[in-house]
């Protein structure tokens, strides 16, 4: 479709899917992430078997003064960026108040809140300047419900949930389009990030039952973004259909 999009995490999980599916249709991509060897494999990849073209700009979103400066600094042709999609972000650790880390809560804050407010303000400029433009933003079912020992990172995803809120409301005169899209349980590197490397844990979290894949999400992601021009899908929460909520999850 000849537009340029923005993904933030594109290394891995929902973020790759996402390139990929817009990279199908004839989208260009910004892709970010902090490892860049897998960014550039991916950017192979992609300007290969779909003939677009992909920039690779690998930054940590957390780094505040990386982040501006890159974008400022992104070539003309590159800032007139369609679609944003603030994907970057992670659990660490599922522990009670009084034994969870406190560098975790601070990695969680910072990227997932932090981070994507980092990223946006920089690129709302160039949405603004032509009066168009979508947000997306990748929150979680754990911005719609608590669930025990959630609590910083449910938090975080509480925070995108009213971020996305009053980017939509504070953009409107601006046409620029905020979608929130809450994912369930899909099967990424996210657990094996929680759990630090602990293999069962992060497989505990899917069996029993079919979860989301990353290909799921990123559909969804697309169809959101190819509704015409008076359409906003405002907030979306996509499930396995095993899962009815944060919490509840039927498994075999
Ligand atoms: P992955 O771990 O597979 O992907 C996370 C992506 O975020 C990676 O590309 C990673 O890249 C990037 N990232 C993490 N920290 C930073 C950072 N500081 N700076 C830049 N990039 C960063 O997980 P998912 O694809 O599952 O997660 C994507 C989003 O979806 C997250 O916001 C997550 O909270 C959310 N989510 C996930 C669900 C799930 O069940 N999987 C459900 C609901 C929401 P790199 O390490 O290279 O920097
Ligand atoms: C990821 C889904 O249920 O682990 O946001 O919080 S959950």
């Known amino acids: 479709m000849n537009r340029i999009v923005f993904v933030t995490g594109a290394s891995s999980g929902f973020g790759k899917a996402i390139a990929e599916k817009f990279a199908a249709i004839g989208d260009h991509l910004i892709i970010t992430a902090r490892r860049g060897d897998a960014l550039q494999s991916l950017k192979k990849d992609l300007e290969t078997r779909f003939g677009i073209k992909v920039l690779s700009l690998e930054f940590d979103v957390r780094d505040k003064e990386v982040v501006f400066k890159t974008i400022e600094n992104l070539p003309d042709e590159w800032k007139e960026i369609d679609i944003l999609i603030n994907n970057a972000g992670l659990a660490l650790g599922r522990d009670s ?6 560098d975790d809560w601070e990695t969680m804050i910072d990227t997932n809140v932090k981070g994507l407010l980092y990223v946006s303000k920089a690129i709302m400029p160039f949405f603004v300047r032509r009066n168009k433009g979508h947000i ?12 025990d020992k959630g609590n910083v990172y449910c938090a975080t995803k509480n925070a995108v949930e009213s971020i996305s ?32 490397g ?3 844990k992060a497989d505990a979290v899917y069996t029993g039952f079919k979860p989301l894949s990353a290909e799921d999400v990123a559909d969804t992601v697309l169809y959101c973004c190819n509704l015409p021009e008076h359409v906003c899908i ?5 499930t396995p259909t095993a899962q009815a909520d944060a919490i509840y999850i039927h498994r075999e």
Do not use: C, W
């Open 97 to 102: 108040f009084d034994s969870a880390s406190l």
């Open 165 to 196: 809120h009053s980017m939509r409301i504070e953009l409107l005169p601006h046409h620029i389009k905020v979608t929130a899209i809450h994912p369930g349980a899909a099967v990424t590197e996210f657990s094996m990030i929680r759990f630090k």
């Open 234 to 238: 405002n907030d979306l929460v996509i």
């Open 136 to 147: 997306i933003n990748m929150g979680s079912v754990a911005a719609k419900e608590v669930y």
């Open 198 to 200: 602990d293999q069962e």
